[in-house]
């Protein structure tokens, strides 16, 4: 279920990984195109997934954020998947699609 809710009403427990990395690429995007993804939270907002995107949210000071509710109960698994079930581009897709970014240059 999706909902708009208080950046400061969702809880950080721990978190798996330690270096959220730059952010500068997804604060910019965030910023041209807006929030792709709803960050994921339990019923008791508990942060399953997107600390990156939080994180940008609080630093263009935004009080609110888009959260998608998940009836889960193991929060690991939940951040297991998030972050390692999924498949990135090949290096023949990451090239194609570039290319067709390039296109659509303003």
Request: aromatic share 6%.
């Amino acid at each position: 279920m999706n909902q708009i809710i208080k950046i400061q009403d969702i809880k950080i427990g721990k978190r798996f990984r330690k270096d959220i990395g730059d952010l500068t690429e997804l604060k910019n995007s965030i910023n041209e195109i807006g929030l792709l993804h709803s960050i994921v939270i339990d019923k008791n907002n508990n942060l399953i997934a997107g600390l990156r995107r939080l994180k940008v949210f609080e630093e263009l000071g935004k009080e609110k954020i888009p959260v998608n509710v998940v009836d889960i109960e193991n929060i690991v698994r939940g951040e297991y998947d998030e972050n390692v079930v999924r498949k990135n581009f090949t290096l023949s897709e990451c090239v194609a699609i570039w290319e067709a970014i390039e296109s659509y240059q303003f």
